[in-house]
């Protein structure tokens, strides 16, 4: 049989239609009766951010929508001047049927421990937290199905089913504040996708409340049901641009009564490959995470981790692998990993090895490896890749762009880059690459990207493996989708959302950007003016703006000035005169 022929590598969109649709920016007046919606006195649903008084929203209250508008790393930053806490879903519902008809945008937002920008605003949207939609609504110990809130905490609900012998399918470093309906919106993985799967798979139903304000009614707790379409994937992992996730059911697996964790120290990355079916055939299905981090990582959470995290070695290693077990039988769980270690000793597969002989050395041990984000965070401005492709792969791109960095002269102390860190899930073929900048500006930026979503594409592998697109990936989607998947989400997009108010500037729809009007150097804002901008990184130039509603608000400017300045998020998107502003 002939060999198949070569697929071409997926490349960006040339081209990608801009979808149609307008909001408006949020005024003093919606904001007596949103309160009503929620039967919350205005006075906290509205706050002063300097860019929103200049919008002449009336300010009340700053100090405590600060946290709203940006995220855990202080990359992403929006002005929005509202917050809003539903304390049901029938508020989500009236709240989000008020914002379509208003044309208001929205950003549903959890926990706020998303890498991608994808749960905070860009401009001025309406913030919906589900902080306060947080009950259990129903646990089965029979089946082990359980139906949350979507604000319901993923440790909350862990400790919840833990009562009961069962476990959620997924355990985040971020466990102790993200959201459920946060990890279902975004597909998170996590540390045990490897012996769990996919939120795909155990998620059960959703209960969503769709742009329009009607409720999809999904929460099903049945594992089988083969009626029509299968609506409840559409919304696992779709950012919130196409519904609110409020509510969760989902199936959780037997709480394993005895863990166990082993951290080894190996020579190289191909030691790594030999090493995983080497240990998953000898541990078979006790096997519950089978984890990577180089020795970058291991100096990065050595001085950067705000716990202590010691090194269990003497020696360093250029590459350490953590296992855990999860099973029934703790002797003999014990007694498979301590052969485990002994065989792959005697084999020269590792150079060393750890076992942890009690629950503190467990979570010593499995600090090595959750506390790398946060360290990298703490040690400067971190730019984070999620990326999956071939396991023989994973290792090669770190090196590749550590070896470009060192040739440029841009990496080490004082340079442009301090350290380029590689680890992630060896048993989902999902290396995270954390590349620790001073600070965020376009110029690192450009030296990280295209290169690294060319090269994943290159080898045909994802340029988001589990955390998504959000803000700082909807304009690649190319890279891992072809034209046709990404029309086809477009197509469903305009069906469920077509004012496009839900999430904008996230996955891969256009951002509408509030226009701002320059007259006589004061910045004022123009409250129907909202148009598309079809090119990044552009200043002014109203003819590279598609107006939405047609000649009349363009006519009613005297100029114009726009600069989104996304990359370099320590700009205010909207409020920012460039030299580029027209007189
Ligand atoms: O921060 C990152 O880059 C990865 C975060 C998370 O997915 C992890 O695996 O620890
Ligand atoms: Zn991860």
């Known amino acids: 049989m002939a060999a198949a022929a070569p697929q071409p590598p997926r490349r960006r969109l040339a081209t990608e239609a801009p979808l149609s649709g307008t909001y408006t920016s949020l005024t003093a007046e919606h904001i007596p009766e949103l309160a009503a919606l929620l039967a919350t006195p205005a006075t906290s649903l509205l706050t002063t951010l300097a860019p929103a008084r200049e919008c002449g929203v009336t300010p009340v209250d700053a100090a405590e929508l600060v946290a709203y508008n940006h995220d855990w790393m202080n990359k992403y930053r929006g002005r929005s001047a509202c917050v809003v806490k539903p304390k049901s879903t029938a508020e989500v519902a009236a709240v989000v049927k008020y914002c379509a008809q208003q044309r208001i945008a929205v950003v549903p937002q959890g926990g706020n421990t998303g890498l991608v920008g994808g749960g905070v605003p860009v401009y001025d949207e309406v913030v919906i937290s589900l902080a306060n939609l947080n009950k259990i609504r129903s646990f089965d ?246 990326l999956s492709m071939p396991v023989d792969k994973m290792n090669e791109l770190v090196e590749v762009l550590r070896a470009r960095f060192e040739e440029k002269g841009l990496l080490g102390e004082g340079k442009m880059f301090s350290t380029v860190v590689g680890y992630g899930h060896i048993g989902d073929g999902n290396v995270h690459i954390n590349v620790v900048a001073d600070k965020f500006t376009p110029e690192a930026e450009a030296q990280l990207e295209p290169f690294i979503y060319e090269w994943v594409s290159e080898v045909s592998g994802s340029i988001s493996a589990e955390h998504g697109l959000g803000r700082m990936k909807g304009e690649k989607i190319g890279y891992s989708k072809s034209d046709v998947s990404v029309e086809l989400m477009q197509s469903i997009k305009k069906m469920l959302d077509p004012h496009r108010i839900m999430n904008p500037g996230k996955v891969s729809w256009r951002l509408p950007v509030c226009l701002l009007a320059c007259q006589r150097g004061a910045w004022q804002e123009k409250k129907s003016g909202c148009g598309l901008i079809t090119e990044w990184h552009i200043a002014v130039s109203a003819r590279r703006i598609v107006w939405p509603q047609g000649r009349d608000v363009l006519d009613s400017l005297s100029c114009c000035c726009i600069s989104p300045r996304l990359h370099d998020s320590n700009d205010d998107p909207c409020f920012h005169p460039t030299s580029a502003h027209p007189a």
């Open 141 to 386: 110990a029979i089946s082990g199905t359980l139906v949350a809130d979507a604000g319901c905490i993923l440790e909350v609900l862990d400790n919840h089913v833990a009562e009961k012998g069962y476990m959620m399918p997924l355990d985040l470093g971020a466990k102790g504040s993200c959201h459920i309906g946060g990890n279902v919106a975004t597909n998170a993985g996590g540390l045990r996708f490897l012996r769990y799967g996919s939120l795909h798979g155990n998620v059960l139903g959703l209960e969503v409340v769709l742009p329009d304000g009607r409720v999809l009614d999904g929460l099903s707790t049945l594992r089988k049901d083969n009626t029509g379409f299968d609506l409840k994937q559409l919304f696992i992992g779709s950012e919130g641009t196409i519904g609110l996730i409020t509510g969760v059911s989902i199936i959780t697996p037997r709480r394993p009564s005895a863990f166990n964790v082993a951290v080894f120290g190996l020579p190289s990355f191909e030691a790594i490959q030999t090493l995983f079916p080497r240990v998953k055939a000898h541990l078979g299905e006790v096997l519950s995470a089978f984890e990577f981090f180089d020795a970058a990582s291991m100096t990065l959470v050595q001085g950067h981790a705000s716990q202590q995290v010691r090194d269990p070695f003497e020696a360093k290693h250029p590459f350490y692998v953590l296992i855990e077990t999860g099973g029934s039988n703790k002797e003999h769980d014990d007694a498979k990993l301590s052969s485990l270690l002994e065989d792959l000793m005697e084999n020269s597969l590792i150079s060393d090895g750890v076992l942890a002989e009690n629950e503190t050395q467990i979570a010593g041990l499995w600090t090595l490896r959750e506390a790398i984000p946060e360290a990298a965070n703490r040690a400067g401005a971190v730019y984070k890749y999620d």
